[in-house]
């Protein structure tokens, strides 16, 4: 599985589009994190409502119905930027240079195929349900209040999106590595052994105890 990782800066073009990229998917994060605090709320109203006035809160399971694509996509770019996902290090671990860089470059276009193809299949998708002419632009609606569904279905085609350019910064970062040879290529995640994240963590927490001292 992925260990922490970091992402190295400078002045290139690249390296500008990817901290640019990383802006939106930190606010896109954000949302996700929004949304799930969003439905503890609801979930306290709902219980709360049904427990002391016999009046669950109307559409619940809607309303997390349409909430579940901001949890579960809008968030990807953002965790493929910092080297989140979990993925299998026992033999890519092991590799330095070129060889790694190869490997890595391998596995985001591999990824980045299968993103482009559920982009579309997900369009498709969300293309079956919006409709100008419908009742709220929408040709199907939830079970319970009827909230339009268009709108969660594009969300998903759209994080997509993103994760697609996310994956070609990461791609395009490999294949310079690849063709220069370097050992720390900007625009994407580095994994760090245990020690570098030890000291990591160590600079962090007597950053913090410094900013504390201070105050």
Known sequence: ????????????WLSRFDRELFKLEGVL??????????LMLMAVASVGGRNFF????????????????????VGVAYTQ???GHIR?????????????????????????LLMLLLMWGSWAHFARSFDFAAPMWSRDSSMDIGIPLWPAKLLAPFAFFILSLRLL????????????????PVAVPLIEDAA??????AEHVSGFDDEETAK
Do not use: C, H, K
């Open 1 to 12: 599985m992925a260990g922490a990782s970091s992402v190295l800066t400078d002045d290139s």
């Open 81 to 83: 930027r910092v080297g």
């Open 169 to 184: 910064i990461q791609l395009w970062g490999y294949g310079r590595a690849l063709r220069t040879g370097t050992l720390e």
């Open 54 to 73: 016999n009046r669950p809160l109307p559409g619940y399971v809607d309303w997390i119905e349409q909430a579940m694509p901001l949890i579960a996509f």
């Open 29 to 38: 994060a954000f949302i996700g994190g929004l949304a799930v605090f969003s």
């Open 196 to 201: 570098t994240q030890a000291a990591r963590e």
């Open 88 to 112: 299998m290090d026992i033999l890519v671990g092991r590799l330095t240079g070129r060889a790694l860089w190869t490997a890595e470059f391998i596995s985001t276009l591999v990824m980045l």
